[in-house]
């Protein structure tokens, strides 16, 4: 059984910048893709940023490209996402996942495992 346990978030400043990270438990997270997603109030959850089972290969969305990157460390069991020049629109609880197999396209097609998810506010 995976548990993802994510932190990192807080409230900054627009154009201001923040560390997520994301901790799972389980011997097999290498095996597997590993994506951030997020959800605004009101909003359906959007995928945000994926990452392959080795961190070769990755993928983001257009509205976050260039400005977020996303990492992990595979012998700390942990996915990061660096969020940088942040804008309001990028206010969300961020949420991890587990994809299905360790390529970069399968966490955005299904989901096995999600985190808690982790606050993040951008004010303007």
């Known amino acids: 059984q995976v548990q993802l346990v994510e932190s990192g978030g807080g409230l900054v400043q627009a154009g201001g910048s923040l560390r997520l990270s994301c901790a799972a438990s389980?011997?097999?997270?290498?095996?597997?893709?590993m994506g951030w997603f997020r959800q605004a109030p009101g909003k359906k959850r959007e995928f945000v940023a994926a990452?392959?089972?080795?961190?070769?290969?990755?993928y983001y969305a257009d509205s976050v490209k260039g400005r977020f990157t996303i990492s992990r460390d595979n012998a700390k069991n942990t996915v990061y996402l660096q969020l940088n020049s942040l804008k309001p629109e990028d206010t969300a609880v961020y949420y991890c996942?587990?994809?299905?197999?360790?390529?970069?396209?399968?966490?955005?097609?299904?989901?096995?495992?999600w985190g808690q998810g982790t606050q993040v506010t951008v004010s303007s």
């Open positions: 996942a587990q994809g299905t197999t360790g390529q970069v396209m399968s966490v955005m097609e299904a989901q096995d495992y």
């Open positions: 389980g011997r097999t997270f290498s095996s597997y893709a």
């Open positions: 990452i392959s089972r080795g961190g070769a290969a990755t």
